[in-house]
Structure formats: structure tokens, C-alpha cells
């Protein structure tokens, strides 16, 4: 199993950029692919981004695609989202999930998720 917490969120202005971090617990977390998810208020989930153990990426939503980039360290147990260029719409709660089920994670079924980290974009 995994245990996964969130960090990074926060307060910005429109144009400023941003790095989750998602810590990972679990002697497998090498073997997860993981992703990154937000959620914002009277909206359903979006599936943001994805990216396999060995390190490819499998995903980007077209709404972050060239403005978001997802990453791992799998000697460190992290996964990153940076976030550039961020506007408004980008206002929501961010969540890393993973699973070995790479289908799952890029569909948002993935049995393990984070608490989530709340991203404030100001006009």
C-alpha cells in the first residue's frame, strides 16, 4: 500500500507559477503509476496529468497541457506537478493518486489518493 500527502499549495496571482510535491510511503511506491487530479468547487474531478514507474508520461489534460508538467523521484518517493502560467480557472483543490494499474490512475478509479492541497488563483 501507499500513503500519499500533499504540499505546495497556496495563495497566487494569475501568470505565477507553482511545484506540488506528493510525499509517498510504501515500499512500492516505484512500482505505482501515479497522477494528479483537482477538483473544483460545483465541478467534477478533472484528471490533470500521469506518469508511469519508469517515468513517462501518459497524460495531460488539454486544459494544462504546455502550462503543467508532472515528474517523479522514485529514490525520493515524490511526485511533483509544476504549474506555470496559472490563471484563475486553475482554482482548486489538487490531489496526487496513484495505483499499479496505469489505466486507473489516467480514469481517476486508482485506489490511492492524497488529502488534497488547495491552489488559490487570483485575478
Known amino acids: 500500500q501507499v500513503q500519499l500527502v500533499e504540499s505546495g499549495g497556496g495563495l497566487v496571482q494569475a501568470g505565477a507559477s507553482l511545484r506540488l510535491s506528493c510525499a509517498a510511503s510504501?515500499?512500492?511506491?516505484?512500482?505505482?503509476?501515479m497522477g494528479w487530479f483537482r477538483q473544483a468547487p460545483g465541478k467534477e474531478r478533472e484528471s490533470l496529468a500521469a506518469?508511469?514507474?519508469?517515468?513517462?508520461?501518459?497524460h495531460y489534460a488539454d486544459s494544462v497541457r504546455g502550462r503543467f508538467t508532472i515528474s517523479r523521484d522514485n529514490a525520493k518517493k515524490a511526485v511533483y506537478l509544476k504549474m506555470n502560467s496559472l490563471e484563475p480557472e486553475d482554482t482548486a483543490v489538487y490531489y496526487c493518486a496513484g495505483d499499479v494499474r496505469p489505466t486507473t490512475v489516467v480514469t481517476g478509479t486508482c485506489d490511492y489518493w492524497g488529502q488534497g492541497t488547495q491552489v488559490t488563483v487570483s485575478s
Open positions: 510504501g515500499r512500492t511506491f516505484s512500482l505505482y503509476t
Open positions: 506518469i508511469s514507474w519508469t517515468g513517462s508520461t501518459l
